[in-house]
DNA sequence: TGCAAGGATGAAATCGATTTCAGTTACACA
DNA sequence: TGTGTAACTGAAATCGATTTCATCCTTGCA
């Protein structure tokens, strides 16, 4: 069934029924019939030759890494949210982490005709700007910031240097595990709110407090062994929940009670960290906000609305638990 | 740059490009040509022209209750996995586990063009059925069985049933919490276990001792709080690791501990139960396994090998951890 | 009465690819 | 020499919509 079936059908000529479906000039009457004709028929235009005539497909890509992170899933549940109700599509792209295929995906959601990119990104090669440069459509960058470009992040050095000088207050000098610094928010900015919030209570950071760590718990698991091998610090501050839930069963096969012999924080407040023997604490990131922030934005600039380039900045909130009680507890 | 001007630019037909890209008779010379002007316009060609021409878009639709459940995010992780190898892209469609919405938007994918649905089921209306039954393209289904259709599930009574016989094993008569019977798979096939693992073992089930429940945590929580007060089980049967994760925040909170006074086992083997203060004993459900097996089910489907249908039944593994420990511990 | 404005209409052009089809060339083989 | 086959070619038809444009029909108003 296509479009000169159901004029044929309705008794119209193709041009109205195009009308039916995207306003014009159109009478009542002839209304009525394609409605008659649609209703009976269960016609819908086809998506494909719309697409080719408009060169829009209402289909919005998503490049992210891995959609079994907690975090990822509760961004693209936000995004999905959002455009879902303005009829548009998501197009996924899982890169499983890894750089090369984000750059890859990214160039092949854009050849595949979608409307619009929102990209969780976590590294910035060379590549990816090259290929970000490229791109014509809205773009939209979630999770880093990345100058020029529309981009809906946190405030990963802020959430960061709160819970280390949380930690701080009470009592104890804190070590640092987190990831590598290619990734600027939750490597780099995470790592420098630590250093700032030492600096800021009088205190030198040492090299020798601070671990890189993979991404996954049994990374933390495997350098809070390391550290608390060498010594023992009053408290760990990590990067990333998962890490910190690591550390802290590390911390308890070294009989070390948390929240009492040592103490820990981590970032994201993940589920996981709300049930663990000892409640974790963290910094609440609106992932979710940040996912509908990201579409809202998209739809803007959709709507050529897209005056500049627009860095949304959302905040945190600290989530204290038992992870953190202090020394006395 | 459309086919035309590429042509133009490499001196041959329209018809010599498209061979370039879909295979068919055309010589070295002509083929180094198109070469060299693809290299240096990055010239790809029309997905929506190609779409309409063909019929296909290497899109697959995916429906599905919310993308932030660890269960949907492993299935769909899985999916896309083995998709993306194939060229396939995923559309994704997020109901927020309103039924009526999984219905519109099977009907909405289906009309956008995909080449084939995936449809994470949990419960199936009338409406569901007769969509289902309009859609002639091809479906598999995961999570549920249904008669007649292409499916992926997981054998949910046969977990329920082993579960339920652990705890019988470690010498308590366990209660059950669990989910709507609407939900063949998560409610029915998991009641129906524990009831024949109870029965298996010589006892008879009692209404009392079953509690409905919603999802998420907090419902396990208060369904468990429910139960307390009225009777003390040595042991609760949770439909879910969430529910079991409620309950046994509920006992720990009535001064019980969990694993001796009370025994607890949920289904699902999440990440949060493997964090818990006591470790929850659960069932190993392939989530991840289930969206590669259904991915490549379809992927069968599309080249047309789909002689009948099939219907692939995922086992399941019992992990047990300390929340089953027993009385003795 | 005349005329401008705007509602309503549908034929035809267009989007950018694939596929059909008619035909050429080259070569092997009887 | 004739013939069958396979490699190769490109003009033209086609997919199913949207959009342009010329035209017709009403009104309302001077």
């Given amino acids: 069934m296509n479009i000169t079936e ?22 009542p009457e002839k209304r009525a019939a394609i409605d008659a004709a649609v209703k009976a028929t269960g016609y819908a235009p086809s998506e494909a030759a719309r697409g080719l005539r408009t060169r829009r497909t209402r289909q919005i890509g998503v490049v992210m890494p891995r959609l079994s992170s907690e975090s990822t899933a509760r961004v693209v549940d936000g995004i999905s949210l959002v455009l ?10 899982n890169t499983a982490n890894i750089p090369a295929r984000e750059v890859e995906y990214l160039d092949a959601l854009r050849q595949s005709g979608v409307d619009g990119l929102i990209f ?6 060379p590549e990816h700007r090259a290929v970000l440069k490229s791109i014509h459509i809205p773009v939209v960058i979630v999770a880093q910031q990345y100058e020029g470009y ?16 949380l930690l701080i207050r009470r009592g104890v000098r804190p070590a640092y595990i987190g990831v590598t610094a290619q990734d600027r928010a939750a490597g ?3 790592h420098e709110g630590y250093v700032q919030a030492l600096k800021q209570a009088g205190l030198a950071p040492r090299a020798e407090e601070m671990y890189l760590s993979g991404f996954r718990m049994e990374d933390g698991y495997d350098r809070a062994r390391a550290l608390l091998a060498q010594r023992r610090p009053g408290g760990i501050f990590c990067a990333t929940d998962a890490i910190a839930i690591g550390a802290m069963q590390a911390c308890r096969e070294a009989g070390l009670q948390v929240g009492r012999d040592v103490l820990v924080a ?6 996981m960290g709300r049930v663990t023997a000892v409640p974790l604490t963290s910094a609440h990131l609106h992932y979710k906000t940040s996912g509908q922030e990201a579409a809202q934005l998209m739809l803007k600039l959709l709507r050529r609305q897209g005056a500049g380039t627009r860095a949304v900045c959302l905040g945190y909130e600290i989530i204290e638990r038992a992870s953190t009680a202090g020394p006395g507890m």
């Fill in 188 to 190: 780099w900015a995470r």
């Fill in 6 to 27: 159901l004029a044929a059908l309705a008794g119209v000529s193709k041009t109205a029924v195009s009308r039916y479906f995207n306003g014009g000039y159109l009478s």
């Fill in 150 to 165: 529309n981009c809906v992040y946190h405030d990963d050095l802020g959430a960061a240097r709160d819970l280390t000088a």
């Fill in 84 to 93: 879902a109700d303005k009829g548009y599509r998501l197009l996924l792209a």
């Fill in 266 to 271: 981590g970032v994201g407040d993940s589920a």
């Fill in 120 to 125: 969780l990104a976590s590294v910035f090669t």
